[in-house]
């Protein structure tokens, strides 16, 4: 496939008429709103045609879904992902489970009808929506606990139908850095018996010694071991509460990716993906400004909305555009093809295990088709 910069004048008919493709083939891979307006500085999708028969890809391609996902995005997403990671799961102290607020069978059901495998996300998040790493440490220092918890996760694998298990703790205390691999060893071995894979979601480290809550307590090297894959979380470098720049900018990513190979098999990787932007309002004030998430085929209509033009950062390989509204100066960044070509091309180049997208909720249609191109995937 390839990809046109919109430039000044441009049409969707003149386009497609200069590149000899099907004006709706461009208005359907890229989501494009009726009249069809584009952006100076769009990056826009132009198919190659053809569907072909439905074919799995040869990379994993696993993507975070809440249970009160559309399930109109849900069933345009499947065709693309070999693992469809149920958020979340939560467990007590005593390691008795905590299910999603809402019924997840939907979830699993329609996984299972993509040939998608359906797989349990757990998390310590607590009542109040946060990681709790003291809840991590009173459960996984416990042996009766991570007993219980491994039982209860066995009988939802056995009962509901899930097909693996996704480890997504952050926070966790310098001093349970052990004790946590060890817990992931114990979970591999019990869901391995009944035939199912373990993943670990890991924080964005660039050395052993990285010192902050987020990193201390994930060692990159026992987990990899322990784990039978991990997810490298790299994203939230541009983050709601931090400055404007790049969620995923390219060159940090690669650092992360480096410094994981020293640590962990490349067929054990796979690299984090973000399916979203962020807004910020200007000036930004460190503990003031607060971004507003937006989804990536929204992030292009507001820049036509505001007719502000669309840049791109060579560095970070990533687009982004400023305007103001209401009195109010804003930048926002986001994803387009070319920041995930780039990502794309990071796991060819390193041969990683595949991508993990946070998360799911909204269609970026042009991601799917391009990850089909890229990988050689077929659309079902």
């Given at each position: 496939m390839e990809i046109h910069i919109v430039q000044p004048g441009d049409?969707?008919?003149?386009?497609?008429?200069?590149?000899?493709?099907?004006?709706?083939?461009?208005?359907?891979?890229?989501?494009?709103?009726?009249?069809?307006?584009?952006?100076?500085?769009?990056?826009?999708?132009l198919p190659s045609g053809g569907d072909g028969a439905s074919a799995r890809p040869p990379i994993t391609a696993g993507g975070y879904a809440y249970p009160f996902i559309s399930p109109w995005v849900l069933e345009q997403t499947l065709p693309y992902l070999t693992d469809l990671l149920v958020f979340s799961y939560g467990f007590t102290p005593e390691g008795e489970l905590i299910p999603p607020p809402l019924d997840d069978s939907f979830l699993i059901a329609a996984a299972k009808s993509f040939?998608?495998?359906?797989?349990?996300?757990?998390?310590?998040?607590?009542?109040?929506?946060?990681?709790?790493?003291?809840?991590?440490?009173?459960?996984?220092?416990?042996?009766?606990?991570?007993?219980?918890?491994?039982?209860?996760?066995?009988?939802?694998?056995?009962?509901?139908?899930?097909?693996?298990?996704?480890?997504d703790f952050e926070y966790i205390l310098a001093e349970d850095r052990v004790p946590f691999a060890e817990f992931v060893r114990a979970v591999r071995t019990a869901v391995n018996a009944l035939g199912f894979p373990v993943s670990v979601a890991l924080a964005p480290k660039t050395s052993d010694a990285q010192p902050g809550?987020?990193?201390?307590?994930?060692?990159?090297?026992?987990?990899?071991?322990?784990?039978?894959?991990?997810?490298?979380?790299?994203?939230?470098?541009?983050?709601?509460?931090?400055?404007?720049?790049?969620?995923?900018?390219?060159?940090?990513?690669?650092?992360v990716v480096e410094y994981a190979l020293t640590r962990i098999p490349a067929h054990k990787i796979s690299l984090g993906v973000?399916?979203?932007?962020?807004?910020?309002?200007?000036?930004?004030?460190?503990?003031?400004?607060?971004?507003?998430?937006?989804?990536?085929v929204e992030a292009v209509q507001i820049a036509i909305a505001m007719d502000a033009a669309i840049q791109f950062d060579e560095t970070a390989q990533a687009p982004f555009f400023r305007y103001s509204h209401g009195g109010t100066?804003?930048?926002?960044?986001?994803?387009?093809?070319?920041?995930?070509?780039?990502?794309?091309?990071?796991?060819?180049?390193?041969?990683?295990?595949?991508?993990?997208?946070?998360?799911?909720m909204q269609l970026f249609r042009a991601n799917w088709m391009l990850l089909a191109d890229t990988f050689s995937i077929q659309k079902a």
């Open positions: 049409t969707v008919d003149g386009v497609a008429a200069a590149y000899g493709v099907p004006a709706q083939s461009i208005i359907y891979a890229n989501q494009l709103p009726y009249p069809y307006p584009l952006a100076v500085g769009q990056a826009l999708l040939g998608t495998a359906p797989i349990l996300t757990l998390t310590p998040i607590g009542a109040d929506g946060k990681f709790n790493n003291y809840l991590i440490s009173q459960a996984i220092n416990n042996e009766s606990a991570v007993g219980r918890l491994i039982e209860n996760l066995l009988a939802q694998i056995t009962e509901r139908g899930f097909e693996g298990v996704d480890l809550l987020l990193y201390e307590g994930k060692d990159y090297a026992l987990l990899g071991e322990a784990a039978d894959s991990v997810l490298l979380m790299t994203y939230e470098w541009g983050y709601t509460y931090g400055p404007p720049m790049a969620v995923a900018p390219i060159d940090k990513v690669r650092q973000p399916n979203y932007g962020y807004d910020w309002p200007l000036p930004f004030r460190q503990g003031e400004s607060k971004a507003a998430t937006i989804g990536n100066e804003h930048e926002a960044w986001f994803e387009d093809v070319r920041s995930l070509s780039a990502k794309f091309a990071l796991v060819k180049e390193y041969g990683l295990r595949g991508a993990g997208y946070w998360q799911v």
